[in-house]
């Protein structure tokens, strides 16, 4: 069974950090596309960095490029999303997301999601 | 302002035939696949139809999607009260070198 699992969600202040973890099983985690999204409560769905296979391909979104930095590491089948200078419209549930298979060519769709983890910036 | 548009609600009655619409461009749902996403309340999003408009082992066929141009449109062929939830569209955007979303609908079963 596949399972995405986040971790590392909380409170923290505006300008500090956080990293989150989605610990991945059930399937071959480094031949997928992995993504976060995050969603603001009540609020729709924004896509936040993708990552392929071995980390050298990143795209971000404009809203979090230069202070987001997406990484995983195969070997413990584990996806990270370390978030610096935060601010307030940062607030959201972040999402991990399994993509398309690599070799696919395709990094959508979403087949899997994690249960998500709240982060608060505030003071 | 997401890229994607969609209206933000939609209902009907039971057994009623509902469609969301899905507007984009040339840059996303013009030249990629489109995928939608229900979100039931408080629940993570859930893949509903694909690629090729292909639905996921458990969804049901009364949900079926359709693309044209830069649009595109998921139907639901016979409402059920279960199907209340957020609906979203997404598809690769190759100008913005990202994930677009639609803003989400609403669907509400009266």
């Known amino acids: 069974e596949v399972q995405l699992v986040e971790s590392g969600g909380g409170l923290v202040q505006p300008g500090g950090s956080l990293r989150l973890s989605c610990a991945a099983s059930?399937?071959?985690?480094?031949?997928?596309?992995m993504h976060w999204v995050r969603q603001t409560p009540g609020k729709g769905l924004v896509w936040v960095s993708r990552?392929?296979?071995?980390?050298?391909?990143?795209p971000y979104a404009d809203s979090v490029k230069g202070r987001f930095t997406i990484s995983r590491d195969n070997t413990k089948n584990t996806l990270y999303l370390q978030m610096d200078s935060l601010t307030a419209e940062d607030t959201a549930v972040y999402y991990c997301?399994?993509?398309?298979?690599?070799?696919?060519?395709?990094?959508?769709?979403?087949?899997?999601w994690g249960q998500g983890a709240l982060v608060t910036v505030s003071s | 302002q997401s890229v994607l548009t969609q209206p933000p609600s939609a209902s009907g009655t039971p057994g009623q035939r509902v469609t969301i619409s899905c507007s984009g461009s040339s840059s996303n749902i013009g030249e990629n696949h489109v995928y939608w996403y229900q979100q039931l309340p408080g629940k993570a999003p859930k893949l509903l139809i694909g690629?090729?408009?292909q639905r996921p082992s458990g969804v049901p066929d009364r949900f079926s999607a359709s693309k044209s141009g830069t649009s595109a449109s998921l139907a639901n062929s016979g409402l059920r009260s279960e199907d209340e939830a957020d609906y979203y569209c997404a598809a690769w955007d190759d100008r913005l070198n990202g994930v677009v979303f639609g803003g989400g609908t609403k669907l509400t079963v009266l």
């Open positions: 690629r090729n408009d």
């Open positions: 997301a399994r993509g398309g298979l690599v070799v696919s060519g395709f990094s959508l769709p979403f087949d899997y």
């Open positions: 990552i392929n296979t071995n980390g050298n391909n990143t």
């Open positions: 059930g399937f071959t985690f480094s031949n997928y596309w």
